[in-house]
C-alpha cells in the first residue's frame, strides 16, 4: 500500500478546521446487557479521534456492531456514548442520516456516533460475508442500487472519509469499499491504525522467522477454513483448536460428540490435510479436551479425544494438550494465535486458553495475538503485555496473514466516481 494513502503522511499539511470527517472505526466491541465487555478496539482508535479534533475536525463515527441480521441481538450504537462520556469526549448519537448530515455542521468538538450500519439494508448483502467474493461490481443490480443510495447518504455527511477500522477491512460492506470511492482521493484516507496494523502484521508476512506456528481455534469456521488452505504455505505447524478442529476430525471419522462442525466447508479439509503433507506441515490435534455435556453451557468434564461420548461438546484443550502444544510453542520462533476458544462467559473454560497464551509470552521471539476475544481474555488473564503484538483484527487479520488482498485495501486504489 503506497503511504500516500496514510492519514498520519498528510495530516500536517491539511487544514481540517470546520472540515467534516466521516470516520469509519470497527467498534465492533462485545455488549453484555447494554456493558462493553472489552474496550481494547475503542482504546485503539482514539489517537485517530485525537490527531482529526486537534486539527478543527468535525469527527462523524460510523461503525457496525455483531451482525444483526444473521444472528439476535444486533445492538444499536448507542451503547457506546456512555463509554465516550466516561473517557471524557462529548459524544452524541444520530440514528438518522438526514439529521446526522445537518448535525455534523454544529458543535465541533463533540463526536457524531451513526447507528449501526448493519441496521441499513445498503451496509450489507450475503456476498459481504463471502471474503472471496471478486468485487463489489459483481453484486446484483437490486443490492447494487441499494448498496450505491446508501454509500452515497453516508458521503454526503462527510468532507473527508477515513477508514481506520482495520478489523473490518476484509470485508467487502458499503461503508467499506464503496463510500471511499464517491470521494476525491485528495479526501480520502486510511488511518494510522490500519498503518500500524499493516506495519506489525507486515512482519509475519515478509520473511517471518522460524518455525512459524499458527494456533487456530473459535468458530466462523466457514470464513476460517479457506484462509488455513492458504496458510499451510507459510507456517511450519499448524496448532488446532476448538472449535476449528472438530471439522477437521469429523472428515477423518474421529468422534466429536455434539462439538461444533460447519459441514458447508468440510470438502477443503482433505486439500490442507494433503497440502500439508506435501509440504512437510506438521497438524497437531488436541489430546485430550475440555467438555461439555449436553450442550456449550452444560456441565464441564475432561475426556480424552478418543473418548468423547456422544452428547459431548468440546469447548477447550485438556491438560495433557496444554503441554503437548507447550512443548511445540516454545520451539517457535514466530506464533500468531487466531480463533479464542472456551465459553466466555465461564472462566473456568478458559484455563486451556491461558496457558496457550502464557506459553507464548515465553518464546523468544515475535508473537502476535488478533481477535477481540482472543485479546479480551489475554487482558482477563494479565499476559497481555507479555505477546508482542495485540492486533485488533479477528477475520482481517487472519486474511492479511494470509496474503489475500483486504477490499478495504483495494477500494483505495480505485478512481473516485
Ligand atoms: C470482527 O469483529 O472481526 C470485525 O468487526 C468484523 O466483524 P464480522 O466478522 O461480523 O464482519
Ligand atoms: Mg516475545
Redesign the pocket.
Same mark, same amino acid.
Not at 483484527?393 to 482481517?396: D, E, K, L, S, V
Given at each position: 500500500m503506497e503511504e500516500t494513502v496514510f492519514l498520519t503522511s498528510h495530516i500536517k499539511d491539511l487544514d481540517l478546521t470546520g472540515e467534516r470527517i466521516l470516520l469509519r472505526l470497527?467498534l465492533?466491541v462485545p455488549v453484555v446487557g447494554n456493558k462493553i465487555i472489552n474496550d481494547h478496539k475503542i482504546k485503539q482508535a482514539l489517537p485517530t479521534i485525537d490527531m482529526l479534533q486537534k486539527k478543527g475536525a468535525k469527527v462523524i463515527i460510523m461503525t457496525?456492531i +455483531?451482525?444483526p441480521k444473521e444472528y439476535p441481538p444486533g445492538f444499536s450504537t448507542k451503547h457506546l456514548i456512555p463509554w465516550f462520556k466516561q473517557n471524557g469526549y462529548v459524544a452524541q448519537f444520530e440514528p438518522n442520516f438526514d439529521k446526522a448530515k445537518m448535525e455534523s455542521y454544529k458543535n465541533p468538538n463533540d463526536i457524531l456516533l451513526l447507528e449501526n450500519l448493519r441496521f441499513f439494508d445498503g451496509e450489507q448483502n450475503e456476498g459481504h460475508?463471502t471474503i472471496f467474493a471478486q468485487d463489489i461490481a459483481i453484486i446484483g443490480d437490486k443490492q447494487d442500487v441499494k448498496a450505491h443510495l446508501f454509500a452515497k447518504n453516508l458521503a454526503d455527511i462527510g468532507d473527508y472519509y477515513v477508514n481506520d477500522a482495520f478489523? $473490518?477491512m476484509h470485508?467487502h460492506d458499503t461503508s467499506i469499499t464503496l463510500v471511499p470511492q464517491l470521494f476525491d482521493p485528495k479526501k480520502r484516507f486510511l488511518g494510522p491504525l490500519v498503518e500500524r496494523e499493516s506495519l506489525m502484521l507486515s512482519k509475519l508476512v515478509k520473511n517471518p522467522e522460524q518455525p512459524f506456528t499458527l494456533i487456530m481455534g473459535g468458530g466462523?469456521i466457514k470464513?476460517k477454513l479457506p484462509l488455513l488452505a492458504k496458510l499451510v504455505d507459510k507456517v511450519d505447524t499448524i496448532l488446532l483448536c476448538p472449535a476449528i478442529v472438530f471439522t477437521f476430525s469429523k472428515f477423518l471419522g474421529k468422534k466429536i460428540g455434539k462439538s461444533l462442525v460447519d459441514d458447508s466447508v468440510i470438502s477443503i479439509v482433505p486439500d490442507i490435510l494433503k497440502k500439508a503433507q506435501e509440504k512437510g506441515v506438521n497438524i497437531l490435534f488436541p489430546l485430550d479436551y475440555q467438555a461439555a455435556t449436553d450442550n456449550f453451557n452444560g456441565p464441564l468434564s475432561y475426556t480424552e479425544s478418543e473418548a468423547i461420548e456422544h452428547n459431548h461438546v468440546g469447548v477447550s484443550i485438556g491438560p495433557k494438550t496444554e503441554g503437548y502444544f507447550k512443548d511445540e510453542i516454545l520451539k517457535s520462533k514466530t506464533i500468531f494465535f487466531n480463533g479464542a476458544f472456551g465459553n466466555m462467559n465461564k472462566n473456568k473454560t478458559l484455563e486451556g486458553m491461558k496457558h496457550i497464551l502464557e506459553a507464548m509470552g515465553e518464546i523468544n521471539g515475535f508473537s502476535v495475538v488478533g481477535? +477481540?476475544d482472543s485479546v479480551a481474555v489475554a487482558n482477563m488473564f494479565g499476559i497481555a503485555n507479555k505477546i508482542d503484538y495485540l492486533s485488533t483484527? +479477528?477475520? $482481517?487479520t487472519l486474511t492479511y496473514v494470509s496474503g489475500l488482498e483486504l477490499p478495504g485495501l483495494k477500494a483505495f486504489e480505485k478512481e473516485s466516481t
Open positions: 470497527d465492533n457496525h +455483531g451482525r460475508f478489523g $473490518a470485508r466462523k470464513d481477535g +477481540g483484527g +479477528g477475520g $482481517a
